[in-house]
Nanobody
Framework: GVLLVESGGKSVQAGESLRLSCTVSGYPTNDLHMGWFRQTPGHEGELVST???????IYGDSVKGRFAMSRDDDKNIVYLQMDDLKPEDTAKYLCTTGPRRVLEMGWANYFHGSFARWHDALDAWGQGTQVTVSS
């Protein structure tokens, strides 16, 4: 199966930048549909960005223009470049992968309205990396 390991999270000041990495094992990144998701305690969380295997990328409204998702197929790593960070970006960031149709359901109403079913319908999740932004 696919194994995802995130890294790069740390505590920063508002306005600073960070780059998160999701190291992928078990499958080539150029064959995977990938997503970044973020969670805060007590909240369901939100999809931050998705990148299909063909490179088509979608961003959530709250990060559009500030975050950029990319991948290095030679290294099998997917990145999330985060610029102009805000305190509301504080969260645990997780990468995930699964069928494109299921992954992009996260932009609509998850899996027929169920976040839990959407979460479980995806193929793999990393453990996450914490980003904390102070004002």
């Amino acid at each position: 199966g696919v194994l995802l390991v995130e890294s790069g999270g740390k505590s920063v000041q508002a306005g600073e930048s960070l780059r998160l990495s999701c190291t992928v094992s078990g499958y080539p990144t150029n064959d995977l549909h990938m997503g970044w998701f973020r969670q805060t305690p007590g909240h369901e969380g939100e999809l931050v960005s998705t990148m299909a295997s063909d490179g088509t990328t979608i961003y959530g409204d709250s990060v559009k223009g500030r975050f950029a998702m990319s991948r290095d197929d030679d290294k099998n790593i997917v990145y999330l470049q985060m610029d102009d960070l805000k305190p509301e970006d504080t969260a645990k960031y997780l990468c995930t992968t699964g069928p494109r149709r299921v992954l992009e359901m996260g932009w609509a109403n998850y899996f027929h309205g169920s976040f839990a079913r959407w979460h479980d319908a995806l193929d793999a999740w990393g453990q996450g990396t914490q980003v904390t932004v102070s004002s």
